[in-house]
């Protein structure tokens, strides 16, 4: 059985930091990519970044620049380290567990999410 745990989310100032953590059993972590998701309040759930098993990432625009996604196989672990956070990045953060090749389509495992809020 495969679980994902995220973890590290709260309440933050614009401008502020926080280093999301997800950690994972099951599931063979080090053959996966992995991703990091955002769901704002009324959207859909967009990716922010994922990481392939050797360690290439991919970001999207939503948040460029201002983020950093990271893995720990021996951990079986993977960060979300975000920066310059303003009011537009609240929402629920959700870890995603691919397959060995992509992070969307085929067969994948969320975690139950953690929840971001900035504000002053």
């Known amino acids: 059985q495969v679980r994902l745990e995220e973890s590290g989310g709260g309440l933050v100032q614009p401008g502020g930091s926080l280093k999301l953590s997800c950690i994972v059993s099951?599931?063979?972590?080090?053959?996966?990519?992995m991703g990091w998701y955002r769901q704002a309040p009324g959207e859909e759930r967009d990716l922010v970044a994922s990481?392939?098993?050797?360690?290439?990432?991919y970001y999207r625009d939503l948040m460029k620049g201002r983020v950093t996604i990271s893995r720990d196989d021996a951990k079986n672990t993977v960060y979300l380290q975000m920066n310059a956070l303003d009011t537009g990045d609240t929402g629920v953060y959700y870890c995603k567990m691919g397959s060995t090749t992509s992070i969307v389509g085929g067969p994948h495992y969320w975690g139950q999410g953690t929840q971001v809020t900035v504000t002053s």
């Open positions: 990481i392939g098993p050797q360690g290439g990432t």
């Open positions: 099951g599931g063979d972590f080090g053959r996966k990519v």
